[in-house]
């Protein structure tokens, strides 16, 4: 690809970038407040928890478990970990390492295919192709958000090295085509929703091979030849999909995305609106010239790249709106219709590739640092999507919300809020505040993947906006607004909360309050709230009406003194702790509307309570049914007991110490 002379050229722009990469990207997590919310964040905590229990027992079955099940895999941070070892777990020695892991290679291929497509010749405008590319903000906006999702260019784009090189597989070798199926494997390991870009990678592939092929088509040694051909590279890629990631697969198999993402479906107006924000309008043009010119000039390789990625979108698009990360391939496979376009515009007004090239990465650059750091110093319209640092809207308003919650709670409250959106959630509050990690409940944003669980109800604390912020398809956040509602005017549950601080202004247009609670909520309040939330997902009804979950919600409970506590563990099942030197109880309503009676109840200790607690002795339980004691028992640790739930109004469950109060958690799971 590279002269021998001037290759010192290119060698010299590999380390300016990714020195230049790693201080951007310090630079640019330097200016952000620590809200890392969702995927912002998660992937960051992810390798953070990989890093910390490396050398761990189970470590390594943990890993191999979470790329065989899990839709968010932890693969992408295992080439990671040498950094986490060398420089903690800071979020900038994260991104930084993302950028000069992943990125920089990525751009590099993406550079490479632009300028193999586009037929460059000068080791000048090669250089000029990596830099525009290195500087592309769809290609870096990932990463600068934390996510290591441009990990999975690298081997697509090693594939789509292969496939042009080969004429479209039509004269690969057996290697070759296990080398590209391994490819598409590897991108699909690291992030499962790349099953898009490796079936239109494929699916591109094979029309172009028979067009390449069109006139031998005929012939039966032809046919079979393409046949084998793309057997071996599917064969290749499922048989390593299937021994790696069985129960993954098993998954999706079963799931219709399509419906478990209808709160993130975009009309085909707004879908088009994204991409072209996210790419920038003069670029759209520009790619839009590239593509009509290889039509033209007759350009496979460019044509190729430019069906890829139109056909990655369409595809995606169909099931949700792409987010940040969702658009790499786009913006990878357009890159280079990106450069032949920029070298047909060169060719119009007579500059040589070189120089219309250089002057395009200068513009490049201008445009990545007015759309991240800097004041933009062109029109609005050349820019892409900005990917500015992330920062609080109002410092203040936030830093007078939080102190308001730490003067108020104390030892176990729970501070609960329905915000859905990156001025308010769950996930931004336990970013800002990590000590109330374990008292901030998980916010069932997306009706089709987290039930609702009126354990949000009992919070002590409720954190309300007006007006009330969601963020997904109208409608499908109900299930939220409503209840955020409720408690702002002070109707239903929301009568039993009174207000004791704000406004607090997070945003332009958004005040915050602090709302505690003044009475238990009642089955009232549960039923005036079923419609809304019936409505939003109708599957919940087998919950609320076939589980114990709303009743569980409605317990009154008394904690033992210093290790007393209660905790919801599922639709059916509650954990409880006594006290040091007092029991813990609930008693639960056995009547919920039509609700399904429960039948008995098991309760069971883990054996791994001796592994913590050698000394730990069990407890003694006690089961009564308005008033009437119905079964009492000893449990140790690794012992089950079950009991039958008589009919009745109340049930009452106490739990004390035998001995010790030592893991002394016992589960207690309903059969209906």
């Given at each position: ?86 420089f ?27 300028a ?73 390991l ?97 790619i839009?010239?590239?593509f009509?010119?290889a ?12 069906i ?22 786009v ?33 490049s650059?201008?445009?990545l ?77 997306v ?35 409503v ?11 929301g009568?039993?909360y ?34 809304v ?41 509650v ?24 039948k ?15 000394n ?37 469950i ?19």
């Open positions: 690809m590279f002269a021998a002379r001037p290759r010192w050229v290119y060698t010299l722009i590999l380390l300016s970038i990714a020195i230049l990469y790693i201080a951007f990207c310090t630079y640019f997590v330097a200016h952000e407040d620590p809200i890392y919310v969702w995927d912002f964040g998660e992937f960051w905590r992810m390798y953070q928890r990989l890093g910390a229990g490396l050398g761990t027992p189970g470590w390594l079955g943990g890993v191999a478990n979470s790329i065989s099940t899990a839709d968010y895999n932890i693969s992408g941070a295992l080439p990671l970990i040498p950094s986490y070892l060398l903690g777990g800071g979020r900038a020695p994260y991104v930084a390492t993302i950028a000069a892991l992943y990125s920089m290679p990525a751009v590099v291929i993406a550079s490479y295919i632009a193999e497509s586009a037929s460059l010749e000068n080791t000048y405008a090669k250089g000029a192709t990596l830099l525009i590319a290195a500087s592309t903000l769809p290609l870096l906006a990932p990463t600068l958000r934390g996510m290591w999702d441009i990990a999975g260019l690298i081997p697509l784009g090693i594939a789509t090295i292969v496939i042009l090189k080969t004429a479209y597989l039509t004269r690969a070798t057996i290697r070759q085509l296990i080398l590209v199926g391994v490819s598409l494997w590897a991108a699909f690291l992030r499962r929703w790349y099953a898009y870009s490796v079936m239109s990678l494929m699916v591109v592939t094979l029309f172009f091979a028979m067009a390449s092929s069109r006139r031998d088509l005929l012939k039966l040694g032809t046919v079979l030849s393409l046949v084998v051909k793309f057997a071996i590279v599917t064969s290749v890629f499922c048989g390593l999909a299937l021994y790696t990631q069985f129960g993954l697969i098993s998954r999706i198999l079963v799931t219709d995305y399509g419906e478990l993402y209808a709160a993130y479906h975009k009309s085909f107006s707004e879908n088009l609106a994204m991409a072209l924000e996210r790419t920038g309008i003069l670029n759209c043009i520009v839009g010239i590239g009509i010119s039509v033209i000039f007759r350009v496979p390789a460019v044509l190729f790249c430019g890829v990625a139109t056909t990655v979108y369409f595809l995606f698009t169909r099931t949700q709106l792409m987010g940040v990360h969702h658009f790499l391939p913006a990878f496979w357009s890159f280079p219709v990106l450069i032949f376009g920029i070298k047909s515009v060169g060719s119009i007004i007579r500059l040589h590739d070189k120089s219309i090239l250089g002057l395009c990465a200068v513009f650059i201008t445009i640092l007015g759309a991240t750091l800097f004041p933009r110093v062109f029109p609005e319209a050349f820019y892409p999507t900005e990917v500015r640092p992330l920062t609080l809207d109002n410092r203040d308003g936030y830093e007078k919300l939080l102190r308001a919650i730490h003067e108020n709670r104390k030892d176990t409250d729970q501070v609960n809020t329905f915000g859905s959106s990156l001025i308010l959630s769950d996930d931004l509050l336990r970013s800002l505040s990590p000590d109330l990690a374990d008292y901030v409940p998980f916010t069932p944003h009706a089709s993947t987290h039930p609702f669980r009126f354990e949000h109800l009992r919070a002590q604390y409720q954190i309300a906006t007006v007006p009330a912020l969601t963020q997904l398809a109208p409608g499908t956040q109900r299930h939220l607004q209840p955020n509602d409720l408690i702002v005017e002070g109707k239903g549950f009568s039993g009174s207000k004791i601080g704000g406004p607090y202004r997070l945003s332009v247009g958004v005040d915050a309050f602090l709302y505690k609670r003044s009475r238990a909520m009642t089955a009232e309040d549960m039923a005036q709230l079923l419609p939330l019936l409505e939003v997902n109708p599957s919940w009804r087998a919950m609320f009406f076939e589980s114990m979950e709303p009743r569980l919600a409605l317990r009154t409970e008394i904690l033992g003194d210093k290790w007393g506590r209660v905790t919801p563990s599922g639709s059916n099942s954990s409880l702790h006594p006290g040091e030197t007092t029991g813990t109880s609930i008693t639960v309503p056995l009547r919920f509307l039509e609700s399904k009676s429960p008995s109840i098991t309760f069971s200790m883990p054996a791994q309570a001796l592994v913590s607690c050698p730990a002795d069990g407890v003694s339980i006690s089961v009564s049914v308005d008033g009437h004691v119905t079964w009492e028992g000893v449990l140790g640790p690794g012992q089950t007991q079950a009991a039958r739930i008589p009919v009745g109004e109340n049930l009452f106490g739990v004390d110490k035998i001995g010790n109060p030592y893991c002394d958690t016992i589960v207690a799971e309903f059969s209906m």
